[in-house]
């Protein structure tokens, strides 16, 4: 006996809001399925608001509305079961961010959850990563947000410990991050892996994805600190306009590229390790499969 139902994810973050439709496939006798149907991508950036002036701007309420709306259509259009929708960083610092989402509820009909950092850690966390991970080995799990990072200790297939810094991509594009927060992180970083004699880097986002993706490597293999570092110094010779049209790089991550890579590097280095291996998941994963299992509340389309 087969059966397919659809859920989906949105995930509203500091530099872009995404919805994510995944099939949910059950057969008799075999593991449940997960497979991503449509993913949606819209670069609102609502970080470069509220870190800066602390409450979302007109223009991008309107913005964030019509998206909304947008996503309602489209979950309507694909006969999506059920959602949840999560906002994160940006929308938890911002002044007006409560009344942003009530108004999105009676314009969009969209229920939004503002989660803190422990949640987004957990619901990440949902995700399969013990499909991509060795189950003898220990990671440091760093998931690079907009307004901020998560990490994760991961030791024999279990998170041992995990802490988020307000140290994400828009944040340090506006020189927003102070020196004691980065200390506050090293800290962190080295009090955490120095138990452990060898640690690799799991890296989540769209920035490591993108990065992922140029070095051509196979999925499972990991990237090396040498090449890691090697291109970030190409990105930093290329001007913004340069990495748009000779690097190819879409507008809105031709920028946070950088900072981000400056996270997934500082990571590696404090933790002393070598590799990073980027499994391509996130929030948004976490969200289908926390609804499926039903570890949060979810909403019925």
């Known amino acids: 006996m087969l059966s397919i139902k659809k859920y989906a994810a949105i995930d509203i973050g500091s530099n872009a809001v995404r919805l994510l439709i995944s099939n949910i496939i059950e057969e008799s006798g075999k593991p449940v399925k997960f497979k991503k149907n449509s993913l949606v991508r819209v670069p ?84 399969d990563l013990n499909k991509f991970i060795d ?28 802490k988020s810094f307000k140290i994400g991509t828009v944040r340090l594009l506006n020189n927003m991050v102070e020196d004691e927060t980065w200390a506050k992180l090293e800290k962190w970083i080295k009090k ?49 306009e340069e990495r748009i049209t000779e690097l190819e790089l879409n507008q809105d991550r031709a920028d946070v590229i950088i900072p981000a890579m400056r996270i997934y590097l500082s990571a590696m280095k404090w933790s002393g390790s070598k590799h990073i291996y980027v499994p391509k998941i996130g929030l948004s994963d976490g969200i289908i499969k ?12």
Not at 151 to 160: P, R
């Open 192 to 240: 955490h892996s120095s138990d452990y004699e060898k640690l690799s880097v799991l890296g989540s986002g769209g920035n490591i994805n993108k990065i992922f993706k140029v070095s051509g490597k196979a999925m499972g293999k990991p990237l090396t600190y040498f090449y890691l570092t090697s291109y970030y110094k190409i990105l930093q010779s290329y001007t913004y």
């Open 44 to 127: 609102i950036r609502l970080g470069a608001d509220v870190f800066i002036n602390k409450r979302i701007s007109e223009e991008n309420k309107v913005r964030l509305i019509d998206t909304m709306l947008a996503f309602r259509l489209l979950m309507k259009s694909h006969k999506v079961e059920k959602y949840k929708a999560c906002a994160t960083s940006a929308m938890r610092e911002s002044s007006n961010g409560r009344n942003v989402v009530d108004l999105i509820l009676k314009k969009a009909d969209i229920k939004i959850d503002i989660i803190g950092g422990k949640e987004e850690a957990a619901i990440i966390a949902a995700t």
């Open 290 to 301: 926390s609804i499926y299992y039903d570890i949060v509340s979810s909403n019925t389309q």
């Open 135 to 162: 189950p003898n080995k220990t990671y440091l799990y760093v998931d690079v947000g907009g307004g901020s990072t998560e990490f994760s200790i991961i030791n024999n297939g279990k998170q041992e410990v995990s």
